[in-house]
């Protein structure tokens, strides 16, 4: 079955400095991946998603993630922090069951910024 | 335009009682969601439906009825409700078509059982 992992519950950095939220995934076959974002006291928004396309996505707020089959990842990096940034992001995958396809979230990782 | 829609957002009630949680999305979605997020932020599905249809029910006690009267509502039912089921609950839609079609998301429920 496919699942994601997020190393890292919390991820802290400081203001204008780079950002990296790891995410791998379990597949053998190229999954459907997203990134999520969630602000407090707010629902997720789609970041960004893997389409096959191209390895490299470019997401909202300056984010963008890279799919690596040879590493079964898909990392989110920002190359400069902002307060803003400050917020839960999870990673997730479209699972297949029985014709149907489940988005399951990974366990989140709470990014800090420090001023 | 409120995408994805839920009512109450905040919902305090003693252990025992019965409530309800609604969710409307005027997206055009065919398929909607109930995800359970815990205190330590952990999303869990409970209830998929598409066009009315349940098509995912995890292990869940079965004092939560999902009830869809049509592919634009999704509301969630639960009975005799215990301390454990305080959580924040999340609607999202999203177009069954396309596989990598993104969830959209209510901004949530927030249960307390006292």
């Known amino acids: 079955a496919q699942s994601v992992t997020q190393l890292g519950s919390h991820v802290s950095v400081s203001e204008g400095a780079l950002v990296l939220l790891r995410c791998n995934y379990s597949s053998s076959v190229p999954p459907y991946l997203f990134w999520y974002v969630q602000y407090p006291n707010q629902g997720l928004q789609l970041l960004l998603k893997y389409t096959s396309a191209a390895t490299l996505v470019k997401g909202i707020n300056g984010f963008e993630a890279e799919f690596k089959k040879s590493e079964t990842s898909f990392h989110l990096t920002k190359p400069s922090a902002h307060m803003s940034d400050a917020a839960e992001y999870f990673c997730a995958v479209s699972l297949s069951s029985g014709g149907s396809y489940i988005p399951t979230f990974g366990r989140g990782t709470s990014l800090i910024v420090h001023p | 335009d409120t995408a994805v829609s839920q009512t109450p957002k905040y919902l305090v009630t003693q252990m025992g009682n019965d409530k309800s949680i609604k969710c409307e999305q005027n997206l055009g979605h065919d398929t909607m969601y109930w995800y359970k997020q815990d205190s330590k932020k952990f999303l869990k599905i409970m209830f998929s439906y598409n066009n009315k249809e349940l098509i995912i029910n995890e292990t869940v006690p079965n004092r939560f009825s999902p009830k869809s009267p049509d592919k634009a509502h999704l509301n969630l039912h639960i009975n005799s409700l215990e301390l454990g089921d305080s959580a924040v609950y999340f609607c999202?839609?999203?177009?069954?078509?396309?596989?990598?079609?993104?969830?959209?998301f209510g901004n949530g429920t927030r249960l307390t059982v006292t």
């Open positions: 999202a839609s999203r177009s069954m078509g396309q596989f990598n079609s993104p969830l959209h």
